[in-house]
């Protein structure tokens, strides 16, 4: 059976506590998947650990399937242009692993539904 | 009666898709209030408005209340240094208006919970 990873890829910053949403939120997985299903953060710049770095870990524990999800609002550049030349450099460095890649998680209804309702509480 | 608006505040990309889901939410946010609560959307670089001309509509509208909600996922620089300056220059030219400001959209756990139900229907 196929061993399915996650990457939360994010874009990073130089304030550490910039990430502390994105620890909340492998947490969240890692729960949810009863620590079945390995999940790692991974970020352009500026924060550590890079793409290729988080991807390597998962295939050492055994991934066979990497699903890298972008934990940004929109499909801008970053999106678009840089994150696909990463995963094609992690895929020449893992060729037998199946990398997949998910549309921007702002891009989601639910989740915007999710950011409409927290403003609407801010009023 | 206080008139209250929300202005969204994102980061701006050089990309104008990136600008879409923060298009879609604000419609959500129009529609919740029937159009009583004027919505407009900010952007620190790369895009316009920047915050002083959408909080001028906003005011222009008949705001005395608004809310900036940063809809990034963290609190890094961008929303803990750079943010409050621009508030400030805004406060300076709208004296009479009360503007408070949110914490960051992914701080939030609900939002967390819908990117995390998001992240699990990827796999």
Not at 77 to 86: F, I
Request: net charge negative.
């Amino acid at each position: 059976m196929a061993m399915h990873g996650i990457v939360l890829f994010g874009h990073g910053a130089r304030d550490v506590r910039w990430r502390e949403p994105f620890e909340r939120l492998a947490v969240k997985l890692r729960e949810a998947s009863a620590g079945a299903r390995p999940v790692a953060l991974a970020f352009l710049e500026l924060m550590e650990p890079d793409l290729p770095t988080a991807l390597g870990e998962l295939v050492a524990q055994g991934c066979d399937v990497v699903t890298v999800v972008p934990v940004f609002f929109g499909q801008g550049g970053h999106v678009r242009k840089d994150l696909p030349l990463v995963i094609e450099q992690c895929q020449a460095l893992h060729p037998s692993v199946r990398i997949k890649c998910a549309v921007a998680v702002g891009e989601d209804e639910a989740v915007l539904d999710a950011v409409a309702q927290y403003c609407l509480r801010q009023v």
